[in-house]
């Protein structure tokens, strides 16, 4: 499971081999959510407000490298690193 990204104690990920719709992972302590890449929205899991806020704040800024490594880990395997939010 690559991690793409971690900021403020979140971990992003995605899955080898995942499930349609494009989504990635967000992980925060016992939280956890899968979170589509085109709509912005909670697919499952939760994620506390202030922390899904921050996520989708990252997300929105960073939703093109989003769907490139969607489609990279999905055809070989590959994935790159996206800068954390500051």
Same mark, same amino acid.
């Given at each position: 499971?690559?991690?793409?990204?971690?900021?403020l104690?979140?971990?992003?990920?995605?899955?080898?081999?995942?499930?349609?719709?494009?989504h990635?992972? &967000?992980?925060?302590?016992?939280?956890? &959510?899968?979170?589509?890449?085109?709509?912005?929205?909670?697919?499952?899991?939760?994620?506390?407000?202030?922390?899904?806020?921050? $996520?989708?704040?990252? &997300?929105?800024?960073?939703?093109?490298?989003?769907?490139?490594?969607?489609?990279? $880990?999905?055809k070989?395997?590959?994935?790159?690193?996206?800068e954390?939010l $500051?």
């Amino acid at each position: 499971m690559p991690e793409l990204s971690r900021f403020l104690g979140i971990s992003i990920m995605m899955y080898f081999e995942d499930h349609y719709p494009p989504h990635f992972h &967000a992980k925060y302590n016992e939280y956890r &959510a899968a979170i589509s890449i085109d709509e912005l929205k909670i697919l499952d899991g939760h994620l506390p407000a202030r922390i899904l806020g921050l $996520v989708i704040e990252w &997300a929105e800024l960073h939703k093109k490298e989003l769907l490139q490594d969607w489609e990279s $880990v999905k055809k070989d395997g590959k994935f790159f690193k996206i800068e954390p939010l $500051v």
